[in-house]
């Protein structure tokens, strides 16, 4: 399955290093592979595989492949060091790809000894544009398949919903199992998995983590802990409050989404709008990653609790206001204040429902799949 980042990583490759992090399963193994078809003599390498990590430790691999792929090799100790001795030392004209998740995303955060050595990437779920344009169907019919199925590409292309919800039992198994592990110890995995079952319920309302500590007698710094893992794993995402002083409004509460949409226990409008956030952050990471854009996605809410739902932004300022509705078609009483607020904001209301595309009050008040398959990504 040809995904959106695949050009941008082929062409990427001729210039630098690229590091391409993202959620386990999401499809980045199956993205090197198809990019080692345009490279001669390719070489998959992966630390979890006895022989490759054997290679990898002697740097033993094939130095006229032209593609060298490096999977998993954040698991290696010392690993960092190691690889900038792998980055400046391979040969030139070899195009070099590292793939990771978890603790690679924590040092493409951080990793200042790779600083203008190679270009990163974040590979995200499928989204409505992407299932329009591999499976040939409507806006409308690809946002469905999406929230029944998740963007996952294994539950996606399962023949039927069975096999994906078999696929998820046993992905979020594993994910608690294994990789949550590697953060923490093992007598906490039993209060993790409890604290993931109620994130499943809170999605789209602000997070208190005050509160769900009282509900688990844990710390709520425990609990902040336990939140910065499942980040760091790519199982959820946090969207803060928008505020031109990023400080102040990293401070305030955040709403938590989860990447993979089938993890969300809610109603329909709730899993509407988790699908929105997901893609929503897929295209400010697009936009970061490709273009170096200021991007980022927020949402807003005043102290009365009035509240937007999410607010995409570009260099500290407000681009877009968007409301996810299931069916009401009238327009948003706090998507309209904020609106006239900001006038030079686009204000766009999604409505899965919707009987009739309107503007009005400054709103656009559209079809959310349309919306969402026009999206960059």
């Not at 090197?32 to 001669?40: E, I």
Request: proline letters at 3%; glycine letters at 6%.
């Amino acid at each position: 399955m040809k995904r959106y980042l695949d050009d941008l990583l082929l062409n990427d490759l001729a210039a630098k290093a690229v590091v391409l992090t993202g959620p386990r399963q999401v499809g980045k193994t199956t993205l090197s592979r198809q990019l080692m078809q345009s490279f001669d003599r390719a070489q998959y390498l992966n630390w979890d595989v006895a022989a490759d990590r054997a290679v990898l430790q002697r740097q033993s691999w094939n130095p006229r492949a032209g593609l060298l792929v490096m999977d998993e090799i954040h698991k290696m100790s010392g690993w960092k060091a190691w690889l900038k001795g792998v980055v400046d030392g391979h040969r030139v004209g070899q195009a070099l790809l590292v793939t990771g998740s978890a603790r690679m995303e924590t040092f493409r955060q951080a990793g200042d000894s790779l600083a203008g050595r190679y270009f990163a990437f974040r590979l995200h779920p499928i989204s409505v544009r992407e299932w329009c344009a591999q499976q040939g169907v409507d806006p409308a019919t690809a946002l469905d398949h999406l929230l029944e199925r998740g963007g996952f590409p294994e539950p996606c292309l399962a023949a039927d919903s069975v096999q994906a919800d078999r696929w998820r039992a046993q992905y979020f198994t594993d994910l608690i199992r294994e990789d949550v592990l590697e953060f923490s110890r093992l007598h906490e995995i039993n209060t993790m998995r409890l604290f993931v079952e109620l994130l499943r319920e809170r999605v789209g309302s602000p997070l208190s983590l005050a509160s769900i500590a009282r509900d688990l007698a844990v710390a709520p710094a425990t609990l902040k802990r336990y939140l910065d893992i499942l980040q760091a794993l790519f199982v959820v995402f946090t969207v803060h409050p928008w505020h031109r002083n990023v400080g102040r409004a990293i401070l305030q509460t955040p709403k938590v989404y989860f990447f993979d949409g089938g993890l969300v226990r809610g109603d329909s409008g709730v899993r509407l709008e988790n699908a929105v956030a997901t893609m929503l952050l897929k295209q400010a990471h697009f936009w970061q990653d490709s273009a170096g854009r200021e991007a980022g996605l927020h949402y807003i809410r005043t102290k009365d609790g009035t509240e937007v739902d999410f607010a995409l932004s570009e260099a500290g300022e407000l681009r877009q206001l968007i409301e996810c509705k299931w069916g009401d078609h009238r327009p948003h009483r706090a998507l309209a204040r904020f609106a006239e607020r900001f006038p030079d904001t686009e204000a766009v209301q999604l409505v899965y429902n919707l009987r009739q595309e309107e503007f009005r009050h400054g709103i656009t008040i559209t079809d959310a799949a349309g919306w969402l398959a026009r999206l960059a990504t």
